[in-house]
């Protein structure tokens, strides 16, 4: 099965700089990477997603790359700010399975500091 | 549009003890998923259902959890008895149906369970 490995665990940076949090993934047939953001006493929300077919995706500033053939896809946060302080998961799923076959990293908790 | 509803949101009990968790999907979700999130871990898939009928329940211990989803609307999940090693956040989430949809996954904000 599956299995996805996420560093770093944590990560702390200065307001207003960049955060990137990256990911492995074994199995070759996987083809959506989504990103979710766990909030303190929240779920997690899903905030950027990629499938197979794109290299980059970009939604304001935060970005996702993927890299087929090294079977890695990181997430990168510009210019943070407090309100991105939270719990970083990456997952994978190989493709006709939903969400059955989502497997999740262990998560990267992400403190910016004023 | 409304969220995943769960409840309650904390349990504390001693081990040995049963305990019930609920949950209600967003409207119009056919698929609703119960998760375990271990203190510092990622969430890990216990049980999905498809309406009213179980699609994988692999990785729910069966001797002492067990899930329903009757009118294949809101779902309970159920402990009994507990142990230590179950002190854990319980996930509720739930999806659209559709291609390209149904990987995406709306979460609650869990029930968080301590056995002591």
């Known amino acids: 099965g599956e299995n996805v490995e996420q560093h770093p665990s944590t990560l702390s940076v200065q307001e207003g700089d960049s955060a990137v949090i990256k990911c492995t993934y074994s199995d070759s047939a996987s083809n959506y990477f989504p990103w979710y953001k766990q909030e303190l006493g929240k779920g997690p929300q899903l905030i950027i997603d990629?499938?197979?077919?794109?290299g980059e995706k970009k939604d304001q500033r935060i970005a996702v790359t993927l890299n087929k053939t090294a079977k890695h896809f990181s997430l990168h946060i510009t210019e943070t700010q407090p309100e991105d302080s939270a719990v970083y998961f990456c997952a994978a799923t190989p493709p006709g399975w939903g969400a059955q076959k989502l497997v999740f990293g262990q998560g990267t908790r992400l403190t910016i500091n004023p | 549009e409304a969220g995943v509803a769960q409840s309650p949101r904390y349990k504390i009990i001693e081990k040995r003890q049963s305990v019930a968790f609920w949950c209600n999907p967003i409207s119009g979700h056919a698929t609703l998923y119960w998760y375990q999130q271990i203190l510092g871990q990622g969430p890990k898939l216990l049980i999905q259902f498809q309406n009213n009928g179980v699609v994988d329940d692999s990785q729910l211990p069966k001797d002492r959890f067990s899930a329903e989803r009757l009118k294949g609307v809101d779902s309970t999940l159920k402990i009994q008895p507990a142990k230590l090693e179950d002190s854990a956040v319980y996930l509720c989430?739930?999806?659209?149906?559709?291609?390209?949809?149904?990987?995406?996954?709306?979460f609650g904000s869990g029930t968080q369970l301590s056995v002591l």
């Open positions: 989430a739930s999806s659209h149906e559709g291609t390209g949809r149904n990987e995406k996954l709306f």
């Open positions: 990629i499938r197979s077919n794109v």
